[in-house]
């Protein structure tokens, strides 16, 4: 077996290894070891096979990475969860509601809500969510 076997072999468990975690560091170290072995079965020695695979793995690291990143990771603090998902629902307004009481019902739930402007919505009204506060929404009509 070849030395570029060995490379090509290493790259693969890399790539294997990369599944299981989330960091896409484990990636660039393949990408590093792909390259190595490209250098490798165009005749280049084994000292020149490491240089390759070092820098071919620190170009990943700062341009594949951070590619791979905004691809396939989501900004946690940009997704809405719990009650900060309901701003910007719409529900209809089942008690009325003013600047200091209401209910709206929204996906089948009952929900206490205030007026963001102080007027009066009518029963029966649609509205938006525009805030929430404990559990209580501030919503406007629609």
Partial sequence: MEIWH???IAALLLFIIELFTQGFAVICLAIGAAGSAIGSACGLGIELQLVVFALVTLFSIFL???LLKRLFHIDREKVATNASAMVGRRGK???EVN???GRVMIDGVDWKAVSLTGERIEQGALVEVVAIDSVILTV???
């Fill in 140 to 142: 406007k009509r629609l």
């Fill in 6 to 8: 060995y490379w090509i």
């Fill in 64 to 66: 594949v990475r951070p």
């Fill in 99 to 101: 600047d200091d009481d």
């Fill in 93 to 95: 307004v089942c008690v």
